[in-house]
């Protein structure tokens, strides 16, 4: 069973810093690109950013680039969100998502399996 479960979210004040975790199963995590979405309430999905299936690069909208930071460790099967110098605006719940061989796409169309989320929320 092909299954994304993210974890790490929680509630930290603004400045702080958190790392979600987005647990895969059921594939082989080395073939696939993983993103990042967040949905805050009342607002559409948001790309996040996104690291391709070899690894190799990333890509991140413009409001977190430079304060979080995508990995990935194939021999865990996990992917990582770094994020550092959080904000009252990074409050969202934040999904993680898989492509087959996926590049930098940013839409969510192209990704055909997604986690449950995971809650963030940043006080001032």
């Known amino acids: 069973q092909v299954q994304l479960v993210e974890s790490g979210g929680g509630v930290v004040q603004a400045g702080d810093s958190l790392r979600l975790s987005c647990a895969t199963s059921?594939?082989?995590?080395?073939?696939?690109?993983i993103a990042w979405f967040r949905q805050a309430p009342g607002k559409e999905r948001e790309f996040v950013g996104v690291i391709t299936w070899s690894g190799s690069s990333t890509s991140y909208i413009d409001s977190v680039k430079a304060r979080f930071t995508i990995s990935k460790d194939n021999a865990k099967n996990t992917v990582y969100l770094q994020m550092n110098s959080l904000k009252p605006e990074d409050t969202a719940v934040y999904y993680c998502?898989?492509?087959?061989?996926?590049?930098?796409?940013?839409?969510?169309?192209?990704?055909?399996?997604w986690g449950q989320g995971t809650q963030v929320t940043v006080s001032s």
């Open positions: 998502a898989a492509q087959y061989r996926g590049a930098t796409d940013h839409r969510a169309a192209a990704y055909s399996v």
């Open positions: 059921g594939f082989t995590l080395r073939n696939y690109a």
